[in-house]
């Protein structure tokens, strides 16, 4: 191996190798549908490489984003991502991705995401026209005295100065003639241009029919002159307007009066003007410019907006203020809306309440603050919006100044609404701008950008965000783009050798455990060659370790991936390092002990029949399988072919089926299994030649169902051969001639199964079901009616209210979760994640939760060895699992597995939390009213029926529990907080 890892600086780069590659596409012309896909590629890779285009495509084609990464992979293929092929919405993906790479950096703002989508012409937004461009020249017309002396001070003028020139020139042309209440040059148009300091009175605004001042005001002195009013919409425009250019007109009264005779009271405490909320927002809004919103009963004007109003939540579900859409609350669903929201925040500024905190309209600013900035993207600072994301920014900037921000509230250093975009998110769009010889001066911007991020003392230092999650894209970037020498290399190499566990993997330490990670690990080692450093001792031994972890992970299937990551994703990446490092993944170094490659699992183990990729079926699964088939077609690949198909095998196995209830489904007998049959000679191929009816998943190969007996939660369908319980799902065990195989439903993962002896002679069906519940036992296992002592140290440290507080949890982000998490890590049940923070929103995993069980309540002492098959002994969470399972209060799934990195669900979390309390005999407890109800999973009813009856956990806003939805870190503090005695809070959590 060392002979191969010193080939490392003669290697070539992975792309110039692609570049070989004869890659022909063909699209249909004018149909947006792609043609059949001609992929030069002759080895057994090349189909599924034009199935993994075919499947980023659709996916494209039907709304799904392509990121920087994948348009870097299909750029590899051959594909030209400014075909019709790429095109939706007029957009073509590389016009995408060449957009946002211009939108990335390092001071992103309301204020830079509007002038950084000006077009060419002065107007904004995608559809280049009038009402696209009024409002982003009024927002930034408006905050232009704020940018004095500021960075984006220029900017803001020559933005300014183009949008002017795009109206005028539209005015002077007779294009687009005024009309206060039109549809083009409107009202606002003209409220833009007075912002902008233009003088609408003379020069270019200055025609025959007299200047473009004097023609506003005889429109909206012909509407308050009127005998006829107009409504109270069309009024409240020319009221507007007039305001803007000629502030002391007396005409302003007599619209305001005008508009005020209109109020309509649509119910009782309610009042509005016009047809829409859309209507209602500009009335008001004039009033208030106006200063006549005295004149009106705002409560109930307040009334009637918020009866548009919905509860909006974040991408962890939790709740997240308020969003504003067009219908109200009792008509059917439909988006929320960012602009409308923004406009009825700038309405509510001039409400008499806008800054009483006590009051009831600062209350609801908050709630529409709350959304906006949830939305807000954090790589760019746009307001995103589905049709034009630079209006509804716009109309958020023009809010936050209406409500008194100032420049550093909304744009300054510390705001909360300026963002830095993602070291991840440029690496991806570097890679993809660096195979585009028409953007190397925008690959060169991010490159510089990167350069100038990475650390140069401190922790970290060598690093971009001390995170090998985003670290390691930037270095793979950079190796790409030939700019690697840019950065202290040898900074780099000292930090990315630093981030190296002890197993020899890559992975991040939060609090005192480390994590391993599979993708920064083959990332790692990639990046490790780009470095001048690549071949010193240091490097070449920490690339040995890196590849020794990873054949570790081998599976018998012969794909190398971690048990609880998409497979797809890491093989493909193994296969993509191997190659960097100019070592054949079908080499015999690389075969299991059944002869089996990574190659082998690539071709076989990796597309689903749906025609997606890996267990995630998403675009960057797909993209992933890619990246490795088209190496592995790439001119003087070895491995391209993988290993020849075995001739077919035909033999007999013996076979027994238990069902539920220790039924034989299927009396011991024998069946034959051939390598040609549906599943081959595997377990899951015996099964198949029973005839019995059976569901099993197409791509991992476990069993759901036989003969209609469904796996329910942690129990279900098992399998052993020879007297073993398998670690793999049916499909991967092979089997051999002779071999004794049993199938059971099983009620408990520690269950062995049923003997095949006893089977065969009649003396025993079913398998010995060791219970869980019941009184306490020897074995540890919880009294159902008592549950288990708390820890005194921990109800001792709770009555002390020893505090630990986290800078990202406080009473301002979360008040609900506040004592729940810092009595509880005082009382050293929780722990955070490093560097003062806690990440209250993130979803918390089954093997962290296991752990503050194992803090919360005196557990049985055991060793480090478990049941389940992806616990390994020497993994932090090993013993906490093991001393949980032993006490009863947890279990594994049917195919024996614990899952410790998976995110634990609402209803997991409410059973593992009644079995340790005794709540699962609680009698007298009420239906479930939540309006998911029926989405709830038949074993986890009774527990969730007692947790709720004790207020451990309830409801969101909108009625429903979200039974399989993850439980986020707050939500499990707060949760676990009270089941330890303390008292209720406010709130769901």
Request: proline share 4%; hydrophobic share 40%.
């Amino acid at each position: 191996m060392h002979q191969n890892l010193k080939k490392v600086k003669t290697i070539k780069v992975m792309t110039a190798l692609l570049v070989l590659l004869g890659f022909l596409y063909s699209t249909t012309a004018g149909s947006g549908v792609p043609s059949q896909l001609c992929y030069a590629g002759t080895g057994p890779a090349a189909g599924i490489a034009a199935e993994a285009v075919d499947f980023i495509n659709t996916k494209y084609l039907n709304g799904e984003a392509v990121d920087g990464y994948t348009a870097y992979v299909l750029d590899l293929a051959g594909e030209d991502l400014s075909a019709e092929k790429w095109t939706r919405d007029g957009q073509t993906v590389k016009y995408r991705i060449e957009n946002l790479a211009g939108l990335l950096g390092n001071h992103n703002s309301l204020i830079t995401y509007i002038t950084s989508t000006q077009n060419a012409d002065g107007s904004f937004g995608p559809y280049a026209n009038e009402y696209g461009t009024k409002v982003p020249l009024q927002a930034l017309a408006t905050i232009k005295s704020d940018t004095a002396g500021t960075a984006t001070y220029d900017q803001v003028l020559n933005s300014i100065a183009l949008a002017v020139s795009y109206f005028k020139s539209g005015y002077q042309s007779g294009a687009i003639p005024y009309a206060a209440c039109g549809w083009g040059f409107d009202y606002r148009c003209v409220e833009a241009l007075a912002a902008a300091g233009e003088d609408l009175s003379a020069g270019s605004w200055a025609g025959e029919n007299g200047s473009l001042r004097d023609i506003v005001i005889a429109s909206a002195a012909a509407a308050a002159a009127a005998p006829q009013p107009a409504g109270a919409v069309d009024l409240a425009k020319e009221l507007s307007v007039l305001r803007a250019v000629y502030p002391d007109s007396a005409e302003i009264k007599i619209l305001a009066d005008k508009i005020i005779a209109q109020i309509y009271r649509p119910a009782a405490g309610q009042l509005c003007f016009g047809n829409s909320i859309y209507d209602d927002v500009l009335v008001l809004t004039a009033l208030g410019k106006a200063g006549r919103l005295g004149d009106i009963s705002q409560d109930e004007a307040l009334n009637y907006l918020n009866t548009f109003k919905v509860p909006h939540q974040n991408s962890w579900g939790m709740p997240a203020g308020a969003a504003w859409r067009g219908v109200s609350t009792e008509e059917p669903a439909s988006p929320e809306e960012p602009d409308l929201t923004a406009q009825v925040l700038a309405a509510l500024s001039y409400f008499d309440g806008a800054n009483d905190r006590n009051s009831e309209v600062y209350l609801t600013i908050q709630e529409g603050l709350a959304y906006l900035s949830d939305i807000q993207d954090q790589d760019t600072a746009a307001i995103t919006a589905q049709w034009d994301s630079t209006f509804a920014t716009a109309e958020t900037l023009l809010a936050l100044h209406s409500l008194g921000k100032t420049y550093g509230e909304y744009a300054g250093d510390q705001s909360t609404w300026v963002k830095q975009s993602r070291t991840k998110i440029i690496a991806q769009c570097l890679l993809a701008m660096s195979r585009c010889k028409d953007s190397a001066s925008q690959a060169e911007r991010l490159a510089a950008l990167l350069i100038d991020r990475q650390k140069s003392d401190g922790p970290g230092r060598g690093s971009f965000e001390n995170s090998v999650y985003s670290d390691m894209w930037a270095y793979l970037a950079l190796g790409e783009a030939g700019r690697i020498n840019g950065l202290n290399t040898a900074a780099t190499k000292d930090y990315i050798i630093s981030k190296q566990g002890l197993d020899g993997s890559w992975g991040e330490t939060f609090g005192s455990d480390y994590y391993a990670d599979f993708l920064s690990t083959t990332q790692a080692i990639r990046a490790l060659t780009y470095l001048p450093e690549a071949s010193g001792p240091q490097v070449e031994e920490a690339i040995e370790k890196g590849l020794s972890y990873l054949k570790g992970l081998q599976q018998p299937d012969g794909g190398v991936y971690s048990s609880w990551d998409d497979p797809a994703i890491d093989n493909s990446e193994l296969i993509v390092t191997l190659y960097r490092l100019d070592q054949d993944p079908a080499a015999q170094e690389w075969e299991n002990t059944d002869g089996l490659t990574p190659v082998d699992y690539l071709l076989a183990g990796t597309k689903n029949a749906d025609g997606s990729f890996g267990t995630a079926g998403n675009i960057y699964g797909a993209a992933a399988a890619l990246a490795a088939c088209i190496i592995l077609d790439a001119p003087g690949s070895s491995s391209g072919g993988g290993q020849n198909p075995p001739e077919q095998e035909q033999y007999k196995v013996r076979i027994a089926v238990v069902g539920t209830n220790n039924e034989l489904l299927y009396a011991p007998g024998q069946v034959t299994v051939s390598s040609d049959g549906q599943w081959g000679t595997t377990a899951l191929g015996a099964l198949h030649a029973t005839g019995l009816d059976y569901e099993a998943d197409p791509g991992s190969g476990f069993v759901k169902n036989i003969e209609g007996m469904a796996n329910s939660g942690m129990n279900g369908w098992m399998f052993k051969v020879n007297g073993s319980v398998a670690a793999v799902s049916g499909k991967d065990k092979k089997v051999s001639a002779g071999d004794q195989i049993i199938w059971w439903y099983s009620n408990d993962i520690n269950s062995s199964g049923p003997d095949w002896a006893s089977l065969a002679n009649g003396t025993g069906t079913g398998a010995t079901q060791t219970g869980t519940t019941g009184t306490a036992n020897q074995a540890g296992q919880p009294n159902q009616t008592q549950g288990l002592p708390i820890s005194q140290d921990v109800l001792a440290a709770l009555e002390r209210q020893e505090r630990k507080s986290f800078d990202d949890i406080t009473q301002a982000t979360g008040a609900w979760a506040v004592d729940p998490v810092e009595l509880l890590a005082g009382a050293g049940v929780l722990e955070g994640v490093g560097a003062g923070r806690f990440e209250p929103d993130r979803a918390i995993t089954r093997a962290e939760f296991t752990k503050i069980l194992a803090r919360s309540f005196l557990l049985p002492a055991v060793d480090s060895k478990t049941a389940f098959t992806d616990v390994a002994g020497t993994e932090w969470y090993a013993g906490c699992i093991t001393a949980a399972a032993v006490a009863g209060l947890i279990k594994g799934y049917e195919d024996r597995t614990f899952r410790p990195n998976s995110y634990i669900t609402r209803e997991e979390l409410a059973v593992i939390l009644a079995r340790a309390m005794g709540l699962l005999d609680t009698p007298g407890q009420d239906k479930l009213k939540f309006i998911d109800a029926d989405q709830i999973s038949p074993w986890a009813k009774a527990s969730l029926t007692a947790i709720v009856a004790k207020g451990l956990a309830g409801g969101y806003p909108d009625g429903s529990f979200r039974p399989h939805g993850a439980v986020t870190r707050a939500e499990c503090a707060a949760m676990v907080y009270r089941a330890l005695g303390q008292p209720n809070l406010p709130g769901e959590q």
